[in-house]
T-cell receptor, first 112, second 112 residues
Framework: NAGVTQTPKFRVLKTGQSMTLLCAQD?????MYWYRQDPGMGLRLIHY???????AKGEVPDGYNVSRLKKQNFLLGLESAAPSQTSVYFC???????????FGPGTRLTVT | RKEVEQDPGPFNVPEGATVAFNCTYS??????FFWYRQDCRKEPKLLMS???SGNEDGRFTAQLNRASQYISLLIRDSKLSDSATYLC?????????????FGSGTQLTVLP
């Protein structure tokens, strides 16, 4: 039981490049979330999903797209990376029985 | 005004001290409240939920004051291992896909 995993752990992109971050959970959770964390800003919600095939915008969705084709996976895409997207990205999942969000280990992304 | 605000600290306290953090929230309809702990360069992990009646887990006590719209975390007999950033999190309202709004965190360093 791995919980929530994220790949890759680190990535450096040049401005304008694209990439996809993968989040996978093996807890059969319905809800999944993508956050970014910047110094002094706390965790800010980018997009979230309440079940397979559903996605919705969070607080800071611009510049990102997501997909939830399988219940266990939640993908975050950057179509054209910008330096402002340099951040640590965390994925989290949540079951229906409580409010404890389980977080993945994070992806450190630098856009130059 | 931010939805969830915390004093960023840092709080530097000696081992054995008692330290308290507060977190204010702006949405009076908020339903659920939590404290998360985040170690340096790691993912947040749930420390404790905050119940209306207050709750205690060992050296940690969490309280909710709905009238003044804040939650608090008290740590007694601080240990070196308590050094971390403490994030408060609030579920804004019912039916909100169990989203959490996080404060920016309070940094605690326990000194020998």
């Amino acid at each position: 039981n791995a919980g929530v995993t994220q790949t890759p752990k680190f990535r450096v992109l040049k401005t304008g490049q694209s990439m996809t971050l993968l989040c996978a959970q093996d807890m059969n959770h319905e809800y999944m979330y993508w956050y970014r964390q910047d110094p002094g800003m706390g965790l800010r919600l980018i997009h979230y999903s309440v079940g397979e095939g559903t996605t919705a915008k969070g607080e800071v969705p611009d510049g990102y797209n997501v997909s939830r084709l399988k219940k266990q996976n939640f993908l975050l895409g950057l179509e054209s990376a910008a330096p402002s997207q340099t951040s640590v990205y965390f994925c989290a999942s949540l079951g229906v029985s409580n409010y404890e969000q389980y977080f993945g280990p994070g992806t450190r992304l630098t856009v130059t | 005004r931010k939805e969830v605000e915390q004093d960023p600290g840092p709080f530097n306290v000696p081992e054995g001290a008692t330290v308290a953090f507060n977190c204010t929230y702006s949405n009076s309809a908020s339903q659920s409240f939590f404290w998360y702990r985040q170690d340096c360069r790691k993912e947040p992990k749930l420390l404790m939920s905050v119940y209306s009646s207050g709750n205690e887990d060992g050296r940690f006590t969490a309280q909710l004051n709905r009238a003044s719209q804040y939650i608090s975390l008290l740590i007694r007999d601080s240990k070196l291992s308590d050094s971390a950033t403490y994030l408060c999190a609030v579920n804004p309202e019912a039916g909100s896909a169990r989203q959490l709004t996080f404060g920016s965190g309070t940094q605690l360093t326990v000194l020998p």
